[in-house]
């Protein structure tokens, strides 16, 4: 997804996001890092194309499941 966003194809990036969280979740389930980090690729994803409410939604929930994940005073929390 990387490689289309930064070739400006925002609707594949968004695509590939959307397949690797379905796939993320399927695979690992919702309180799996790679899981999480889909999450985040696919905000960044909606923020890119100016879908900002989307994208609003998508980093609330990765931020939710970093503090599932890791507690609310781990750095990696605190990037996200």
């Known amino acids: 997804g990387l490689t289309y966003q930064e070739t400006g194809d925002l ?4 695509e590939l996001a959307e397949r690797s969280l ?6 690992y389930g919702r309180e799996h890092p790679a899981y999480v980090q889909s999450l985040e690729m696919l905000a960044i994803a909606f923020a890119m194309q100016g879908r900002l409410a989307e994208a609003e939604s998508y980093f ?3 931020l939710e499941r970093h ?5 609310d ?8």
Request: glycine fraction near 8%; hydrophobic fraction near 35%; aromatic fraction near 8%.
């Open 60 to 62: 609330r929930r990765t």
């Open 73 to 80: 005073v781990n750095t990696s929390t605190g990037y996200s």
């Open 11 to 14: 609707a594949k990036a968004q």
């Open 67 to 71: 503090v599932a994940l890791y507690g």
């Open 22 to 27: 379905q796939m993320a979740e399927t695979v």
